[in-house]
Nanobody, 124 residues
Framework: VQLQASGGGLVQTGGSLRLSCAAS????????MGWFRRAPDKEREFVAG?????????DYADFVKGRFTISRDNARNTVYLQMNSLKPEDTAVYYC?????????????????WGQGTQVTVSS
C-alpha cells in the first residue's frame, strides 16, 4: 500500500485546511487509519484515528478535540482530516498511516504503512 498525503499549506490562525490521504496498491477499507504529526524538535504524536468502517469509531488527541474531524471514504480509498480553528501550535508535518488491523491506535508501532507527510504551517 502506498499512502499519499496532501492538502497541507500555510494558513492564518483560525483558518481551516483539509488533509487527504489517498491509498493506492490495494484497498484500505479493512484497515484502521491514523493521523500523526511531528513538529520541529518534538516527538511524533497521535492526532486522530478511525476504524475501518466509514462512520465508525474515532479518537482524537485532547489538543484537537472539537477542532479536527477524521473521516474516510472507502469507495475512494481515502481518509481525510478536516482541521478547523487552527493554531500556531498545530504547525507540523502531518502523516497518515494504515494499521495492520481494522482498528486504530495511539501507538504508532501498530501502523505498518505511512504516507510521506504534508506540511501544515499556521501563522500568528
Amino acid at each position: 500500500v502506498q499512502l499519499q498525503a496532501s492538502g497541507g499549506g500555510l494558513v492564518q490562525t483560525g483558518g481551516s485546511l483539509r488533509l487527504s490521504c489517498a491509498a493506492s496498491g490495494r484497498t484500505i477499507s479493512n484497515n484502521g487509519m491514523g493521523w500523526f504529526r511531528r513538529a520541529p524538535d518534538k516527538e511524533r504524536e497521535f492526532v486522530a484515528g478511525i476504524t475501518w468502517r466509514g462512520g465508525g469509531s474515532t479518537d482524537y488527541a485532547d489538543f484537537v478535540k472539537g477542532r479536527f474531524t477524521i473521516s474516510r471514504d472507502n469507495a475512494r480509498n481515502t481518509v481525510y482530516l478536516q482541521m478547523n480553528s487552527l493554531k500556531p501550535e498545530d504547525t507540523a508535518v502531518y502523516y497518515c498511516a494504515a494499521a495492520r488491523s481494522s482498528w486504530y491506535s495511539r501507538n504508532p508501532e501498530i501502523y505498518n504503512y505511512w504516507g510521506q507527510g504534508t506540511q501544515v504551517t499556521v501563522s500568528s
